[in-house]
Nanobody, 127 residues
Framework: QVQLVESGGGLVQAGGSLRLSCTAS????????MGWFRQSPGKEREFVAA????????YYADSVKGRFTISRDNAKNTVYLQMNSLKPEDTAVYSC????????????????????WGQGTQVTVSS
């Protein structure tokens, strides 16, 4: 089992920045691809960004490409989401997810492909 805890959410004005963190505990000796997803009220959970275990490969939703950056520090069992140029439509609960994998360079972008989820952190962008 892997436990994931997100932090770094909050209230920010449009155009501002936030950095989210997701720290894993438990069976962290295995290799995990990681992802960030978000969900707003009345909407389905949507993919935001993903990163391979090695950190070499990343993938972004079109809506955040060029504004968000996903990264990881495996020594700290932590993945980050740097969010710049935030817009009101970025308001959502952001959750990180982990998937065990033997492929160090592979990432995943479907909700159904992930095994473990954090509780989420609220991000609110005011106009």
């Amino acid at each position: 089992q892997v436990q994931l805890v997100e932090s770094g959410g909050g209230l920010v004005q449009a155009g501002g920045s936030l950095r989210l963190s997701c720290t894993a505990s438990g069976r962290t000796g295995s290799t995990y691809a990681m992802g960030w997803f978000r969900q707003s009220p009345g909407k389905e959970r949507e993919f935001v960004a993903a990163i391979s275990w090695s950190g070499r490969n990343t993938y972004y939703a079109d809506s955040v490409k060029g504004r968000f950056t996903i990264s990881r520090d495996n020594a700290k069992n932590t993945v980050y989401l740097q969010m710049n140029s935030l817009k009101p439509e970025d308001t959502a609960v952001y959750s990180c997810a982990a998937r065990g994998t033997i492929y160090s360079g592979r990432y995943y972008y479907s909700v159904n492909e992930y095994d473990y989820w954090g509780q989420g952190t609220q991000v609110t962008v005011s106009s």
